[in-house]
């Protein structure tokens, strides 16, 4: 299936719940996500930052994005995890709706690998993959997405990159 909407979202965590929401992330939500349409891509440990928890999912298009978000989160798996995943968060906002340009999602994360965040063309030799801002209105308003900085590239390494985020897979 080829995913053309990609979402990569960043949480501000309570301190010291990481691993709770991750267990919780795992265990519970993965699977139901992917029943109702969703691909998970990826989920993080910030290397930087214990209180941090980065994940990207992916969508075939936006009319998918809103049906499968949509089904989720009114969905009786939400409903009854909702309230202790809500509860490690301090801030669930800092999310980016992208588009793929080059490259693919590697089938397994091993090691560290990074992320960077540029402006739109800026190279990225060695990349797995590199996402563009997407151009589309949000169409699940319920969940937020990030606008304020307008176009941005995202690129997936599979290395360290000083400066960049740092990440370590939590599968």
Same mark, same amino acid.
């Given at each position: 299936?080829?995913?053309?909407?990609?979402?990569?979202?960043?949480?501000?965590?309570?301190?010291?719940?990481?691993?709770?929401?991750?267990?919780?992330?795992?265990?519970?939500?993965?699977?139901?996500?992917?029943?109702?349409?969703?691909?998970?891509?990826?989920?993080?440990?910030?290397?930087?930052?214990?209180?941090? &928890?980065?994940?990207?999912?992916? &969508?075939?298009?936006?009319?998918?994005?809103?049906?499968?978000?949509?089904?989720?989160?009114?969905?009786?798996?939400?409903?009854?995890?909702?309230?202790? *995943?809500?509860?490690?968060?301090?801030?669930?906002?800092? $999310?980016?709706?992208?588009?793929?340009? $080059?490259?693919?999602?590697?089938?397994?994360?091993?090691?560290?690998?990074?992320?960077?965040?540029?402006?739109?063309?800026?190279? *990225?030799?060695?990349?797995?993959?590199?996402?563009?801002?997407?151009?589309?209105?949000?169409?699940?308003?319920?969940?937020?997405?990030?606008?304020?900085?307008?176009?941005?590239?995202?690129?997936?390494?599979?290395?360290?990159?000083?400066?960049?985020?740092?990440?370590?897979?939590?599968?």
């Amino acid at each position: 299936m080829t995913l053309t909407v990609i979402e990569l979202r960043q949480y501000t965590l309570h301190p010291g719940r990481r691993d709770e929401l991750i267990d919780l992330f795992v265990g519970e939500l993965i699977e139901p996500q992917e029943k109702d349409g969703m691909t998970i891509l990826g989920v993080f440990r910030d290397l930087d930052d214990p209180d941090r &928890f980065v994940w990207l999912r992916g &969508f075939p298009d936006m009319p998918s994005r809103a049906r499968s978000l949509d089904a989720f989160y009114n969905g009786p798996i939400w409903a009854r995890h909702a309230n202790a *995943a809500n509860a490690t968060m301090l801030d669930s906002s800092d $999310a980016r709706l992208l588009r793929p340009v $080059a490259g693919d999602f590697p089938q397994a994360y091993e090691g560290t690998h990074s992320i960077t965040i540029n402006q739109p063309g800026t190279p *990225a030799p060695g990349a797995l993959i590199t996402l563009t801002t997407l151009d589309a209105a949000n169409n699940f308003p319920r969940l937020p997405v990030r606008t304020d900085e307008g176009p941005i590239d995202v690129s997936l390494f599979s290395t360290d990159i000083p400066g960049a985020l740092r990440l370590s897979s939590a599968l």
